[in-house]
């Protein structure tokens, strides 16, 4: 069911599975409980035998590790913690040799207090990179220039005696604002680009891209809505200011450019906030910006619902100038879905499976969370073994990120469970022995098996990778759209509420079932489920 010349017309990155590897949690082969490069080289047989088509590595950079690699002190060299440069090149082409594309992170809005860069820009008002931070004098009673709260507690700006200034920062203290509107700060992120293109990597995620411009102005935030939900500082005010500036998008294009002329490269933003899907287009609109972007719809969903599907993809129809999307059910940032998604009583295994075949069946690029082809639940990681900062800040009204971010279980029933022969930095989950890679292997009817048959059956179908998509029915409980390309045509019926629901099509005959998970015959779906009707 694939056309080739539509194959040879579609960009590698379009419609693709991605894989995002952790690479602290993802495999440790130097004892010292965090995960490296060599172990990630060493595991690629895995994730090649998923079927995806690359791998996205969370950061490998030097860093303080204030917030575990996302506060970079050296853009061009991995922290010693991972390896070295030599181990990062030996796992692109380990990753090349298995057919993957290797997709990195790129952090553009800020770096850590520990560059070189703010050791200079912090040293007076006159060196060549003074301005190269976002730095305001203070109100006349000293007071910070602005009300902006940061997102991580506490407002916006931290005093610099140095300087006689306050510096912003949107997130830690030690993650200083970068002033991305000046041309020589552009000019040394793209630099940073292009020396990793020139080493093989295939594209990039940008890190919280709408963050990377704020309003020069320094204008206050508006108040938030007095019903609005509030856990941290931040909530208190709208963040109309302190980020999405309409420059970000000028800049993006000088990223395309960069990309552009290595060929064949691919450009991924993420971006939240309440205008997340308006900035997610303009980021994407056109040939000039980037190839896509993924917001946050089914990252913080409580439950997932035929509305919430429905409502997410409706907004990028398939149309010429409504841009691609793509979609991610679980990362490192948010609680696994499982655990959100699996109510009390309810069958964990089923939603799994279930999710992961609508996963497959949606229009857009995917991602997939190291873990998630084993069914990793959410680990209560108890207060004092807490590494996130946004937690330990928070708590107990921030759910911790360290939950999904567990080390992967690979081996049952051996100490370290095959990650690590050491304490490992953050606890597995209690069922997680259970989980592991290897007993997974040995059942045939476990998620991982499912995880590649579902990866073949999307990659199979060009209806799935390219195709469009309608939304037929979205109950309370019935989701059901229709996939097409050319003559090509499928439908993907799924139940994702308990009990019994059977939908079938007037043109019964004309269909056949090609794929299903979850229990039930023909067109009746018992409990959490789905199946594909292929057309003739």
Known sequence: MSDPTQRAARPWWKGATIYQIYPRSFADTNGDGVGDLPGITARLDHVASLGVDAIWLSPVFVSPMADYGYDIADYTAIDPLFGTLADFDALVERAHAFGLKVVVDQVYCHTSDAHAWFAESRADHTNPRADWYVWADPLPDGRPPNNWMSVFGGPAWTWDARRGQYYMHNFLASQPQLNVH????????????????????????????????HDPALTDNPLAPADAPRTRPVDYQEARHNRSWPGIPAFLERVRATTDAHGGRFTVAEVGGPDSHREMKLFTAGDRRLDTAYGFD??????????????????????????????????????????????????????????????????????????????????????????????????????????????MPWVAGVPGQG??????????????????????????????????????????????????????????????????????????????????????????????????????????????????????
Not at 344 to 370: H, I, T, V, W
Not at 509 to 525: D, F, P, S
Request: charge should be negative; aromatic fraction near 10%; glycine fraction near 8%.
């Open 419 to 536: 990650f690590s022969d050491a304490v490992p930095w953050l606890p597995f989950g209690p069922d997680h022995a259970a989980l592991a890679a290897d007993a997974q292997e040995a059942d045939p009817a476990s998620l991982l098996r499912l995880t590649r048959r579902l990866v073949a059956f999307r990659r199979a179908n060009d209806a799935l990778l390219l195709g469009a998509m309608d939304v037929l029915v979205a109950d309370d409980a019935l989701l059901v759209f229709e996939r097409r390309l050319g003559g090509a045509r499928m439908l993907c019926v799924f139940n994702l509420a308990p009990g019994l629901r059977e939908w079938r099509p007037d043109d019964t005959a004309a269909w056949h079932i090609c794929e299903r998970v979850g229990a039930g015959e023909g067109w009746t779906l018992d409990g959490i489920g789905g199946l594909v009707a292929c057309a003739g």
């Open 182 to 213: 000046l041309p020589a700060v552009q000019d040394a992120l793209l630099e940073v680009a292009d020396f990793w293109l020139k080493r093989g990597v295939d594209g990039f995620r940008l890190d919280a891209i709408n963050f990377a411009m």
């Open 298 to 407: 089914f990252l913080y969903a409580a439950r997932l619902t035929p509305a919430l599907v429905r409502d997410a993809l409706g907004r990028w129809p398939d149309q010429a100038d409504a841009g691609w999307p793509a979609w991610a059910f679980e990362n490192h940032d948010v609680p696994r879905a499982i655990s959100r998604w699996a109510g009390p009583g309810e069958d964990a295994s089923a939603m799994a499976r279930a999710k992961l075949l609508l996963l497959m069946c949606l229009r857009g690029n995917l991602f997939l969370y190291q873990g998630e082809e084993l069914g990793l639940t959410q680990v209560d990681v108890p207060f004092e073994q807490l590494r996130d900062p946004e937690a330990i800040a928070n708590w107990p009204l921030t759910l911790s990120r360290d939950g999904a971010r567990t080390p």
